[in-house]
């Protein structure tokens, strides 16, 4: 999508340019594509970042699957123990 508005913003410039005198000055007054870009770049980015959590996740669970049989990721490293009364 970016690409293309891309195509269609140069394609455009260039027809208008040339039908113009050239001691106008033509330019872009606004480009809606900057926030398309800023989001684009922020979903790749999450992306990555929820990826690389997966992975450490599921490294985590075969470690632990695979490991002696003690937990690695102890929630709590406490001893329950009765008293006796």
């Not at 269609?8 to 001691?23: A, D």
């Not at 684009?40 to 992306?47: A, G, K, P, S, Y």
């Not at 990555?48 to 490991?67: N, P």
């Amino acid at each position: 999508m970016i690409e293309t508005a891309d195509k269609v913003e140069n394609r455009r410039c260039r027809g208008c340019r040339s039908s113009i005198s050239p001691s106008l000055k033509l330019d872009v007054v606004i480009d809606r594509t900057l926030v398309i870009r800023a989001s684009v770049h922020e979903v790749e980015r999450t992306m990555i970042i929820s990826i690389i959590l997966v992975i450490l996740v599921v490294f985590a669970f075969f470690a632990e699957l695979l490991g002696d049989g003690k937990s690695r990721v102890s929630p709590c490293h406490c001893r329950w123990s009765e008293r006796s009364a």
